[in-house]
């Protein structure tokens, strides 16, 4: 290494932050929000990049000897959540590692399914390293057992730590279907179609088929272990019935698996029965609160915890909003605005401003995008926002949390992304949650759909909006001008004028569409 080789260096890592941060940019009016904004894209690509391994709960800030949960990959959520705001900021180069550790661990996990529930597919304990490693397990003696865990029982499903959870391996089939539907990449889809199919063979067996809908036993909402509270008597806590957790994800998957295999030309003839696994799952549990519908944990458990209406809370939001992606006001009106009230409630249960939707502990990353898509005010979610930021941060900028470390860096792209432009339930929408009094910009976010969408707004109105189509996919679109035709320019020529309040725009691989509203 030589004076040079330095100057070569630093040259080319000049250079890749500058072509970084040309990709795509926000401007909001909120210099507290923006600052955090790019902060934590800034922190999490100096955490994940193409060709290395994914990073583990911490990334590589690592300042001591041991660290929480062995710096593993947690895979339910903590291990997916850092990504989520780098599909919508069009950094999909950064996801690029993230499936390399859950194929590596196949094998292994087509053993576990078969030798521990007698079915076929992939089951995947709750921690899994890079290269096939698995990071859960029990101790290997029944004294250490005792010490750390209150029983000497160290076979529990064969030594290793599943907690009473089978949606492990699905939880990041979320991850793998935000990419394919943000980039319809046909490399990308035939690289992790093979894990979504071991998915859906697993649930395929693990599914009843009970009174014309598809149920879920024993796949627990939360994580149910022996630990030295309990005494080691835990089993008495197993038995969810319907986990909101495990039904939106099953749903997500099996929506997923669809969707691939006919991008794919793949698996015609089982298509039908995900179909109907997709169509018949059964519904999202609901029961009365305080004079209103509200979400039930799960529909029946034996833990005290969990047989109350407790509301939406993170966990729920996995399955139904983040990653699962099968619920919001496109989709479902009605049950959307049981959502939103529930959301609306999340002020009754803070101690302060700063505990808004219970997150200091786990959840920030997934508790505001959540409240923005279900439709809560832009205004609120901000001021909420801030001042978690303010409660627990470091003054590098790193919001912390309680549970978690990477995680927290997807909290305010994601929700920033999701008030500026939507598209997850398959219509785009232009500033679908924002104030419209406040001027604000963003410039080539990506949306499902392989689209590239850069818009502004500013006293009011949404000045023209800008698609890029990378693949040539039809353009569903609501119309970002309600009540009013608007002029279609492609590639620099004018087009056709449209009208209506959700409109198709055929698009061509590789075509520029600048959209203008007509006085």
Known sequence: MDESTVQQ????????????????????G?????????????LFASSSRKGKFAPGIWGPFVTRDSTSWGEDYHLNYNYQAPYWAAYSSNYIDLTDNFDQPLLDYMEKGK????????????????GIGPKGLVTTRWPLSPQEMLKRYGTTDNTIDGGYKFLGQKINAVFSAGNMLMRFYSTYDEDYARKVYPYLLECANFWEDYLKYENGKYVIYMDHYGEVMPNLRNKGIWKDQLGDFN????????????????DMSTFLHKDR??????????????????????????LKSVEKSPASWHQGVMGLSRVSIHGLILPGGVCGPVTDSAFNQILLQDVAHWKDKAKEPGDWGNTLGNGIETCFPAAVRVGYPADEIMNYLKARIARQSLSNLWITAEGGGLETLAAVPLTVNEMLLQSYEGVIRIFPNWNRNKSASFHKLRAYGAFVISSSLDNGKIENV?????????CILENPWPGRHFQVIRNGVKGEQVYGKRIVLPTVEQEKLLLKPLL
């Open 243 to 258: 986990s909101t957790l495990s039904l939106g994800l099953v749903k997500m998957l099996f929506k997923g698996i669809v």
């Open 30 to 42: 909120d210099t507290t929000l923006e600052k955090y904004y790019y902060a934590s894209q800034y």
């Open 9 to 28: 260096l630093k040259s080319a890592h000049l250079q890749w932050w500058k072509d970084f941060w040309k990709r795509s940019q926000i401007s909001i």
């Open 269 to 294: 003839q089982r298509q039908a029965k995900w179909g109907q696994i997709r169509d018949h799952i059964s519904p999202f549990p609901l029961g009365e609160k305080e004079g209103r519908m509200s």
């Open 466 to 474: 800008q698609i890029y189509s990378e693949k040539g996919r039809d």
């Open 111 to 126: 053993r576990h399914a078969k030798e521990l529930l007698g079915i076929s597919g992939i089951y995947y304990p709750v």
